[in-house]
């Protein structure tokens, strides 16, 4: 367990990076703290970002039947801005923890407590993310604009979640999925009901992979009295909590996809059904693979929802092309 004034690495690499991740052997050194604070040496927070997206694209795809030139700008968009809004967000969440993470383990080593950028460095960097983030959603329909702008409030929110409430995961869970409303919408020009099942199925998988995430730190947090779900339920009561957030994400998410299912296209549905059916049995062997106590398992279960995530994507993609 580290403690304030632990040594960081010297290299500047992050405890949990990737190894042999192309920030820390690639990218020119001036560069490296500002892609650190943006985790582009971690990058399953961008596919957990970015996945939502692509199942409500999809998804609004198929109950319109409609396809064109602008949704495929609207799925590299989503992909552009996922990079830009989660390196965002991660910035603005190291600057409002940077006291709290010098006292954690795994996060000791991060670029504002490891002395790498200064707070205001860091906080320049967040808004140059946002600007060009906010570039790119101007290019989609009103609605859709709208609704980028309104996610900045749970962005703003969630850092500081975890000093009030036990349940740090469900703000989180609101940011990190309303991509599946915004790329909906960006499609359709409107909101619809199968786009808000997605939502709160993301919701559940969130609550989901990012309970996993906070057992890794847990005592650290009991210490430093950061509250998380890890802590509430426990070792004990998790693996009973995780199997309710199983079922509720794959139950929401095969909602959505009869809500959005063409009318009489048997077929269609059936390929439909099959994302969230393979989703759910992913997080199945997840479950079977858990050891709270075990932080390498821990990471690798957390990383692994990113296959998870593509499972939908890969069905909702060939039901389109049916």
């Known amino acids: 367990m580290t403690h304030p004034g632990a040594a960081p690495d010297p290299s500047g690499q992050v405890s949990d990076a990737v190894r042999g991740n192309w920030v820390d052997h690639r990218a020119p050194a001036w560069t490296r703290p500002y892609l650190r604070l943006s985790r582009a040496d971690r990058p399953i927070g961008t596919w957990l970002l970015l996945l939502p997206c692509w199942w409500g694209l999809l998804l609004s795809m198929v109950a319109d039947g409609n396809a064109s030139w602008f949704d495929l700008w609207i799925f590299a968009g989503c992909g552009i801005g996922a990079v830009l809004m989660r390196g965002a967000g ?156 199983m079922v509720i994400s794959v139950a929401l998410m095969g909602v959505a996809v009869v809500l959005a299912a063409p009318h009489g296209e048997i077929g269609q549905l059936v390929l439909l059904i099959a994302g969230p059916w393979t989703f759910g049995w992913h997080m199945l062997w997840q479950m079977r693979k858990l050891d709270v106590n075990d932080n390498d398992v821990l990471l690798r279960l957390f990383r692994a929802n990113r296959d998870a995530g593509l499972l939908p994507v890969l069905f909702f993609a060939v039901a389109l092309l049916a």
């Open 90 to 245: 991660c910035t603005w969440n190291d600057i409002t923890d940077r006291h709290i993470d010098g006292s954690v383990a795994r996060t000791a080593s991060r670029p504002i407590p490891s002395g790498q950028v200064t707070a205001k460095q860091a906080l320049a960097w967040a808004v140059i993310q946002c600007l060009i983030s906010f570039a790119i959603l101007l290019t989609f329909p009103p609605m859709a604009i709208l609704l980028g702008v309104l996610s900045l409030g749970p962005v703003a929110i969630y850092p500081f979640a975890k000093r009030f409430t036990w349940w740090p995961q469900v703000f989180l869970g609101i940011a990190f999925n309303w991509g599946a409303l915004l790329a909906w919408t960006a499609h359709s020009g409107s909101l619809g009901w199968p786009a808000v099942a997605l939502y709160f199925a993301g919701m559940a998988w969130t609550l989901f992979y990012d309970t996993i995430y906070a057992h890794q730190d847990k005592e650290d947090d009991a210490l430093i009295g950061v509250k998380s779900t890890a802590r509430l339920f426990g070792d004990e009561r998790t693996p009973k909590m995780l199997a309710w957030f």
